[in-house]
Structures are given as C-alpha cells and as structure tokens.
C-alpha cells in the first residue's frame, strides 16, 4: 500500500516585545490514506526539549487538524517504497536527532541545525535512492517550501482544502 509523504508547516508566531519573528516549524507527516484529511498521520519531528540545549526525535500518531497552529500540509509524493512503519525506521536508523554536520547545499536555505535541515537531509537522502524524483532544483527545496507555506497562511485559490486540511503540491 503506498504512502503520502508531506511537510506539515507550523506557525509559530513571534513576539513584538522580544522582537523575535514568526516561522515555520517543519514536521515530516506520512500517511497511508488517500487523503490528509484522513487523521490521524504519523508526525515524524525533531524537537527542542524543555530546558535542553539539544534537539530530540517525536514519532507519533497525531490529528493534525487539532491544532489551529498547523497551517497546512505541503504534499512531497507518494511512494510504494516504504510502509509508515518502515518509512519512520528508516529515518530512525539514519538521520539522528544531533548535528551530523550536514549542511544544505546552495545559498538558499536554513542555517545551522533545525528542523527543516533535518528534514531537507532526509530528502537529500530520498532523492539520492529515486524514491522522491522531483523536477525541480533541490537547492530550491527550502525557499519552496517557504513560498508554498506562505500561499497556505493566505489561503490563496492555489490551495486545495482536503476536509479541513490545505494542502499544496510540491
């Protein structure tokens, strides 16, 4: 049975008082619905602890639609390479929560470790084994996940609304 894999973009507003921005929060969701409405999705993130420096893996099973912060879904593919369990152990296995040291390739995109470098290495990785073809330049990837994060906060007529979840195509 294939699965969808997407980017479930979070919004986390900035404060005016500490002068820190608004940004997206990246999770790696994965489904084997044939719709993001269908909830709940495997969240496959890398978090920031309460009171730790570092950073640490969050697996679960989650109704993203709960969440008034989650702004949509940007759909990646479809692949019958991997089951959600198997699609979340290869990830387990291979992409650590600590800085590995990789770092994305072009001029454009997140600096030092964070969530979406997280899942941009993941993509690097699927993209190298064919399982995520895309004919777009993957230096982009971040400024495109970006651009399409922002059509979902404006909910422009670019957005398809599956039940109550918008999603944009890669």
Not at 130 to 157: I, M
Request: include cysteine; proline fraction near 4%; glycine fraction near 8%.
């Amino acid at each position: 049975m294939p699965i969808r894999v997407g980017i479930a973009l979070y919004l986390v507003e900035g404060s005016a008082y500490y002068n820190t921005p608004s940004y997206f929060h990246w999770i790696l969701v994965a489904s084997t619905a044939d719709s993001w409405a269908s909830q709940p999705v495997r969240t496959l993130e890398l978090k920031r602890p309460l009171g730790d420096t570092g950073y640490a893996h969050s697996f679960d099973n989650w109704d993203i639609t709960l969440s008034s912060a989650v702004q949509g879904v940007v759909h990646l593919f479809t692949t019958s390479d991997y089951t959600v369990d198997s699609f979340q152990a290869m990830i387990q296995s291979n992409f650590p929560a600590y800085d590995s040291g990789w770092r994305y390739p072009g001029n454009y995109g997140p600096q030092g470790w964070t969530c979406a470098t997280w899942i941009l290495q993941i993509l690097w990785h699927l993209r190298g084994e064919g399982t995520w073809v895309s004919n777009r330049h993957f230096e982009k990837t971040y400024t495109r996940v970006l651009n399409l994060g922002s059509e979902l906060l404006e909910a422009t007529d670019n957005v398809e609304y599956q039940g109550t979840v918008r999603v944009m195509d890669f």
